[in-house]
């Protein structure tokens, strides 16, 4: 799996690394200090003695491209958490098939719709459904019948109601 990071991050990660290893820290200790696999400082250092800094460099990352870039992943992010009402849809559930859609209205794209889940779980979403709600609701009835009118039915531990 590709750590965290962009390419350049990665690489002064890798020469940080180097020069840690190269002021007489271990490679255990360097691991400690930079939180990485110590096999992947002694992989770094193996790349920097045969190859020199260019051992280090950056690599372009393999598969395909991405179809969004990063900030149309952050602003979709925020339209998602404004809701579908905002974008004219008639309820509160953002389905991958809507958000498929909106992706497409607005940036052009399209994705398969499995791959939408995907999308968001890796952006820090996480697939949820809205709390349905009566219509008819009223919370200030339901807040004056959890206050007076429960404990007044309500069992007590005796087995009898409340008088």
């Excluded at 992943?73 to 953002?94: D, H, I, N």
């Excluded at 995907?118 to 809205?130: A, D, F, H, I």
Aim: some cysteine; aromatic content about 6%; hydrophobic content about 35%.
């Amino acid at each position: 799996m590709r750590p965290v990071g962009t390419g350049v991050e990665l690489e002064r990660r890798r020469i940080r690394a180097i020069e840690l290893l190269r002021e007489g820290h271990q490679p255990l200790e360097v691991s400690r200090l930079l939180d990485v696999d110590r096999r992947s400082i002694r992989r770094w250092k193996f790349a920097y003695q045969h190859n020199g800094r260019r051992g280090l460099k950056a690599r372009p990352i393999p598969g395909r491209p991405a179809l969004l870039t990063s900030k149309q992943r952050a602003k979709l992010v925020r339209w998602v958490l404004q809701g579908p009402e905002s974008f004219g849809f008639e309820t509160s559930l953002w389905t991958c098939k809507r958000i498929g859609d909106l992706i497409h209205q607005r940036f052009g794209v399209r994705y398969h719709a499995h791959h939408i889940a995907r999308l968001l779980t890796s952006s820090g979403l996480s697939p949820q459904r809205p709390q349905r709600v009566a219509k008819e609701r009223s919370d200030q009835r339901v807040r004056i019948w959890l206050t007076k009118t429960w404990p007044a039915v309500k069992k007590t531990s005796h087995g009898s109601a409340r008088a």
